[in-house]
């Protein structure tokens, strides 16, 4: 098989595409076939709108496409052997196997672009979307984020089918893709510095509530225990006035007992001092009532007597 039979394509290290073959030397001027000059015009279009599409996935993904550089390095290789013919020695069907080497190499070259692109446009959407997709307020910043989002998903499903044939039209409709999802990938980035203001907003928010609930929990726990304690001096101050009324009404059973027992005993002694009084006083009469007599009667009867 020769060097030109082999698909070049799928050259991982350069070693399809030889520097050695290159026939670069100064006598050498370039000359395209005039057969083979519509698809050198091709080859030329194609080296154009396939640096544009690196530069646009460099600038979206912030690092550069080594796979697409590599594509432009064997667009560079194939159209260098194409040109590399003397006017008296050029090959025709060469030159043209050459040329169409070198503009596969460049659509190559395109399509590797406006994947990376397409992936990372999709990938710093779908981080955005994991971290701010489920925040109540992201509709007050984004107004149309929900169909936005539809949007994204309705490519994903579409360059998710990678057609295997009519590839430059599939491709064709993936740059379009891309500028979308380039444009809402650039609107979501620009908006996180006032979603991340007004989530910061909603935590202090959150904060200050969360404390003033505490703060009035607290002071509803300390009037909880305020009236517990309330409730406790009411129930030793009633504690306290009933023993004071069972103490008051003790005294006053005590006093009473005592009153009963002092009259008692002022009674009965009363009653002895009469009987005795009594008695005195029958037996005193008697005893006046002989002295009373007169002396000379008592001592008649006496003598009398005698």
């Not at 101050?237 to 009963?260: R, Y």
Request: charged share 25%; net charge negative.
């Amino acid at each position: 098989m020769s060097h030109s039979e082999v698909n070049c394509l799928a050259d991982q290290n350069g070693s399809l595409h030889p520097i050695e073959d290159l026939n670069v030397g100064d006598a050498v001027i370039g000359v395209v076939h005039h057969d083979n000059m519509s698809l050198f015009q091709k080859a030329l279009s194609a080296f154009k709108e396939a640096e544009s599409y690196i530069k646009t996935s460099e600038l979206a993904a912030g690092e550069l496409d080594i796979p697409s550089v590599n594509e432009l390095r064997y667009y560079g290789y194939h159209l260098t052997r194409a040109l590399s013919y003397d006017v008296d020695d050029i090959d025709v069907e060469v030159q043209n196997t050459e040329l169409s080497k070198a503009l596969r190499h460049c659509h190559r070259a395109s399509y590797d672009a406006i994947e990376l692109g397409l992936i990372n446009c999709l990938e710093v959407i779908a981080d955005f979307h994991q971290e701010y997709g489920s925040k109540i307020f992201i509709q007050e910043v984004i107004t149309d984020y929900l169909e936005k989002m539809a949007k994204v998903e309705e490519i994903r499903g579409v360059i998710a089918q990678d057609p295997k044939e009519h590839r430059g039209d599939y491709y064709k409709q993936c740059e379009g893709y891309l500028q979308q999802l380039n444009q809402i990938k650039q609107l979501l980035l620009t908006s996180k510095y006032l979603l991340d203001a007004k989530s910061l907003e909603r935590e202090e928010l959150k904060s200050r509530t969360e404390a003033a609930e505490e703060r009035a929990q607290k002071a509803e726990e300390r009037a909880q225990q305020a009236e517990e304690r309330t409730q406790q001096a009411e129930k030793r101050a009633n504690s306290a006035h009933t023993i004071k009324k069972w103490s008051l009404g003790v005294s006053c059973v005590a006093l009473l007992v005592a009153a009963s027992t002092l009259a008692y005993r002022i009674g009965g002694g009363s009653e002895s001092t009469g009987a005795e009084g009594n008695s005195a006083a029958t037996s005193t009469p008697k005893i006046q009532h002989n002295s009373k007599k007169p002396p000379d009667e008592q001592l008649t009867k006496k003598d009398g007597g005698a």
